[in-house]
C-alpha cells in the first residue's frame, strides 16, 4: 500500500512538472503594417501548450478602434514556423459590425519562440467567411524587450537635469505601456462586446484609491444604479439579453477628490472576460453595448 501510494504522489509531481514546461506564455507588441504610410499598433499574447497556441491579439490599443480578438494556431518547432490566426471578436470600439472585420492569419519562420526578441513576416487578411481583404505585414517586438527599453527610457529621464523633479515624478515612462493596455473607455466611446450567452455578469468597483467618484448606470436607458458611490467592494449585477444588443450607459456625476472620474468595469460571460475603465469628467457619458452573436 505504501508503495502504491508512492507512486501515486510520484505521478503527480512528474505531471505538475510536465505541465510546468509545457505551459508557456508569450507577448509581442509592435505594429501591422498596411502599406508604405499606414500602420496600426498590435499586440499579440498566447499559451503555448506542446505546438498548439491559443490566446488574443489587441488592434489599434488605446486608439479610437482597439478590437480584441481571440487567436489559435500552431508551432512548429522542427520547421521553425509560427502560424496563428484572428477568429473571434471579443470587444471592439470600431462601430463596423462584426461579419465586416478583417481578421489576421499570419504564417512566418521564428527560430526559436523560447528566445525570440521579435519577428515579422507577411499575413493574409480574411473576412469571416473566409473572403480575402487586407493583407499586409506584421512587425513586433517580444514584451520582455519592451520594458527594458522602457526601462531604460526612464533611467535616462529620471537623472536629466532638463527636468524637474515634478515632471519627473508624471512622466514616468514605465507607466505607459500599462496605460496604452488597459482599455479606457472616454467621453462619448462605445464598446462593443460580443457574447454567445443568454446573460452576462457586471461587476463595478474602484481598483485605485476611493476618492468618491459617483456614476449613473442605465441599461437600454432605464436607471439600474443612481448617485452610486464606487468602492473598492465590487458591485455585481447580472443581466438578461432578451435583445439582440443591451447598451449600458454610464454617466459621470462626480468626479470624487481626485479627477476624472475612473470606475472599472468588468463583463463576463460563460467564454470571455473584458475588464475596462472611465476616464470621464463630471456629466460626461460613456457606453458599452453587449451584442449577441
Known sequence: MRNFYSRVIL???????????????????????????????????FDRVNDSIQGYSLTDFAGKHETKSNIRGFYNEDEKLLSFNEYDIVYTKSPVVQKDFCFVNFEGKVRN?????????????????????????????????????????????????????????NIKV??????????????????????????????IYDAGKVDGDIINLYVDDKPVLEN??????????????????????????????????TVRLEVEDSRNFVRTITNLKEGEEAQMTIVKK
Do not use: W
Not at 509592435?30 to 508604405?36: A, F, Q, R, S
Not at 496605460?179 to 461587476?203: H, M, V, Y
Not at 464606487?230 to 479627477?259: M, W
Open 11 to 45: 505521478f503527480l509531481i512528474c505531471l505538475t512538472f510536465t505541465t510546468t514546461l509545457q505551459a508557456q506564455e508569450f507577448e509581442f507588441f509592435g505594429v501591422i503594417k498596411l502599406n508604405d504610410t499606414s500602420f496600426i499598433s498590435y499586440k499579440v499574447l
Open 113 to 169: 519562440l523560447d528566445k525570440v526578441k521579435a519577428f515579422s513576416g507577411d499575413f493574409k487578411g480574411l473576412y469571416a467567411d473566409g473572403s480575402s481583404c487586407l493583407d499586409g505585414m506584421i512587425i513586433v517586438n517580444s514584451g520582455e524587450q519592451v520594458k527594458k527599453r522602457v526601462e531604460k527610457i526612464d533611467k535616462v529621464i529620471q537623472r536629466s537635469k532638463k527636468f524637474s523633479d515634478s515632471i519627473k515624478k
Open 174 to 203: 514605465a507607466r505607459v505601456l500599462d496605460t496604452l493596455t488597459r482599455n479606457i473607455i472616454a467621453k462619448g466611446e462605445n464598446l462593443n462586446i460580443f457574447t454567445r450567452d443568454q446573460k452576462i455578469k457586471l461587476s
Open 228 to 261: 452610486y458611490t464606487v468602492l473598492h467592494e465590487k458591485k455585481y449585477l447580472e443581466f438578461k439579453l432578451e435583445k439582440e444588443q443591451t447598451k449600458i450607459r454610464i454617466e459621470a456625476v462626480s468626479e470624487g477628490t481626485s479627477a476624472p472620474n
